[in-house]
């Protein structure tokens, strides 16, 4: 799966279902995060407002007529969506073929790149829900097959059953308890995307603060320079909003940290 992301840091696309950005706007940061050299954009089926099937996904399909499919490899999720204000979870192979059925029309693609478990069913097997991902991989549905939610213990059950490409997990210098699973997933060669590496917009720590002023740096970049300096493979996803934000959040790749910054993070921030 890494091989296929060249560039460090993805972007998300759940903003889009759950604030009040407009369509265009979300088209037009989506593209400008790609012509900004953005390889792979993540979305859900759960990411979607009152009344519309898949919201996100929609807007997604927008932005690749624009910009081409193979100018970017698309992730989703399955297992989980939205009815009215709940979000039910449900990972049978039933409910996730359906979904990714789903998926495929509204993205108006034969394959998608990365298909994702969005949530463990804690009323099923995690291997029953893994080798209904892997059956849609054999006929050629998903092109690769991710986990998003889990603990370690549930990464390894599944990787009793088929290849995992990809472990999508909360992660950022501020809330740190999953960095041994991305350290591992790394080791072992499984892509892992961090999502809210910016901890959910809390104000920044004292460390973040000092290194970014050191680097000359946005909070925001160092903490997105945090999790990529963690290892090839952990990727931090960013969410899409607007053209100046992506700007900023995909200048957080040339930032380099030091030995002192890590350190200097690793004894104020975790």
């Not at 979000?87 to 993205?107: E, K, M, N, Y």
């Not at 949530?119 to 991710?146: M, N, Q, W, Y």
Request: hydrophobic residues 45%; aromatic residues 4%; glycine residues 8%.
């Amino acid at each position: 799966m890494a091989d296929r992301v060249t560039f460090p840091i993805a972007i998300g696309t759940a903003k889009f279902a759950f604030s009040d950005l407009v369509r265009s706007e979300a088209v037009k940061a989506l593209v400008d995060a790609v012509n900004g050299g953005v390889t792979l954009v993540d979305t859900a089926l759960a990411y979607t407002r009152p009344g519309i099937e898949s919201y996100a996904e929609e807007v997604v399909r927008e932005v690749i007529a624009e910009v081409g499919k193979d100018s970017v490899t698309i992730a989703t999720k399955g297992g989980h969506w939205r009815r009215g204000n709940d979000f039910p979870v449900d990972g049978s192979p039933g409910a996730l073929r359906r979904h990714c059925l789903i998926s495929l029309r509204t993205l108006g693609v034969e394959r998608i790149d990365l298909y994702q478990l969005h949530h463990p069913d804690p009323k099923l097997p995690i291997e029953e829900s893994v080798a209904a991902l892997a059956e849609l991989r054999s006929e050629g549905l998903v092109a690769t097959i991710g986990l998003s939610n889990v603990s370690a213990d549930q990464l390894d059950r599944a990787r009793t059953v088929t290849k995992i490409d990809a472990v999508q997990n909360r992660l950022s210098v501020t809330s740190s308890e999953d960095l041994p699973l991305a350290a591992a997933c790394r080791r072992a060669g499984i892509t892992y995307l961090a999502y809210q590496p910016l901890n959910g917009g809390a104000n920044p720590v004292r460390a973040v603060l000092r290194v970014a002023q050191r680097h000359g740096a946005t909070p925001h970049q160092v903490m997105l320079a945090w999790v990529i300096a963690q290892g090839p493979g952990i990727i931090p996803i960013v969410g899409a909003t607007k053209t100046r934000s992506i700007r900023e959040a995909l200048q957080a790749a040339n930032l380099q940290l030091d030995a002192a910054d890590l350190a200097d993070l690793a004894g104020d921030a975790l």
